[in-house]
């Protein structure tokens, strides 16, 4: 172990990239090793089976390549979709959105069951596009990330199961991995795709698919040529295989360091001592519910409508009318804390984003988490009597009370309601 600690920065809660620990960065930062060399194979052959551990799979293939977590939808549509095949998407926002984008340019034909903003898709809805049609995708989002939307993995997994059992079910889980359980193979889920720097721990660049079996073979008896080079599991497969056998092989260069931070990260989260996966599982759970409760008690409503479907990683929060993300932001950015704006079309300035994954929850004695509602708070009550002020100038200055006889409101209602709780 070093003595390598990261210089002072401001509090990073985003969802993705995240806090990391030093031992992570230290990892990321030491001389590249020799890809095909003795030192490097068995790290990446950890880092290949400790990423079945995260998603609780005895079979499921890993893929760990340079790329961002957008590669992992290349990879399901380029292996697993031929021309004119029809895929089901359940769309909870702004990543479903671009999923489909990229399924629709390896040449599927995508149907959508599109959530109200802030839901998640009903079994019933489900069941019903599943009885009408077979699909050979059933993609969804297990945190859409533009709006804290949880879906029931676990409902969707096991409804294909029952209605759809050659429909391969393909879980996005780049904001959910390592923050919320998956259970790949009692859930009946054939891909879960990732990225390593959302609850994954590590520095962004490297994209984390695992892929069933049964999707492995789907691939391998495909018709059509395989719709990429970089991206083609038959190309990766061989190689995967290899380094987990001890043994070196080359397709392309993997990214040495990152795959060394990647492999610390995942000793942390499933060999560590004290803190479970199970524990883990459960205090991104009790952080996720002392941000939703200092948001309510704020006066403020958050964007997922029901409780059961929000995810545990993330928060997304809307501000109370009156104010914009760029109100609120900045004046946390200031306090040292970053949190984002919202990424949905629709209402992006209208709500903004907290993610609360890793280091930043796992290990309460930093006090991320409290630092994050104090700093909440502070902006909020800062933003809202800024506003008043400007309000109340405005309000001063009546140059012709006979044309316009009536008296506004001093500031927006809902801002009151909130500046009366603060
Ligand atoms: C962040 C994210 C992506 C895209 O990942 P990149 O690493 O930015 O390419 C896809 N899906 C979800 C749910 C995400 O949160």
Redesign the pocket.
């Known amino acids: 172990m070093s003595t390598f600690t990261q210089e002072p920065h401001k509090l990073l809660l985003i ?2 990239p995240i806090e990391l620990s030093d031992e992570v960065l230290y990892a990321n930062a030491t001389p590249p090793m020799p890809h095909t060399g003795a030192d490097f194979i068995p790290i990446f052959g950890d880092a290949i089976r400790m990423t079945r551990e995260v998603v609780q799979t005895q079979t499921g293939q890993p893929f760990l390549i340079a790329g ?3 590669l992992g939808w290349d990879q399901v549509a380029a292996n697993l979709i031929e021309p004119g095949e029809d895929a089901l998407l359940l769309n909870c926002g702004y ?1 479903g959105d ?1 999923f489909a984008d990229c399924l629709r340019a390896y040449g599927a034909n995508v149907d959508e069951i599109r959530a109200d903003f802030g839901k998640s898709v009903t079994q019933p809805e489900l069941e019903a596009a599943l009885k009408a049609k077979k699909y050979k995708l059933v993609c969804f ?1 297990h ?3 533009s709006t804290a939307v949880l879906s029931d993995a676990k409902m969707i997994g096991e409804t294909c199961k029952r209605l759809a059992p050659e429909s391969l079910v393909i879980l ?1 889980g ?2 959910s991995v390592a923050s919320e359980e998956i259970k790949m193979d009692e859930w009946n889920i054939d891909v879960v795709l990732s ?1 390593s ?2 609850g994954l721990g590590a520095p ?1 660049g490297l994209c984390v698919v695992i892929a069933s079996q049964k999707a492995i073979k789907v691939n391998e008896v495909r018709k059509a040529p395989i719709a990429g080079f970089y991206s083609s599991w038959k190309r990766w497969l061989p190689i995967m295989q290899a380094y987990e056998a001890g043994k070196p092989a080359y397709f392309a260069t993997p990214p040495v360091n990152l795959i060394r931070a990647y492999q610390v990260s995942l000793t942390q989260i499933t060999k560590s001592p004290t803190i479970s996966l199970q524990d883990r599982f459960e205090l991104h759970r009790k952080a996720a519910l002392r941000v939703r409760h200092a948001a309510t008690e704020l006066g403020l409503k958050l964007v997922p409508v029901d409780p059961h479907y929000t995810a545990n990683g993330m928060t997304a929060i809307y501000l109370p009318e009156g104010l914009g993300v760029a109100d609120v932001v900045p004046r946390m950015a200031q306090r040292g804390i970053i949190v984002t704006g919202g990424i949905h079309k629709v209402n992006k300035d209208k709500y903004f984003r907290i993610g609360h994954m890793g280091v930043s929850v796992v290990h309460p004695e930093r006090g991320d988490i409290a630092k994050a509602i104090a700093g909440m708070q502070e902006a909020l009550q800062e933003a809202l009597a800024s506003k008043k002020a400007t309000l109340a100038a405005k309000e001063s200055y009546k140059p012709s009370p006979v044309r316009n006889p009536a008296v506004p409101r001093a500031y927006p209602r809902s801002i009151a309601v909130v500046s009366a709780r603060l």
Do not use: H, N
């Open positions: 969802p993705g961002s977590g957008t990543f671009s989002t945190v859409d990330t996005d780049v904001c990225a720097q959302k962004p």
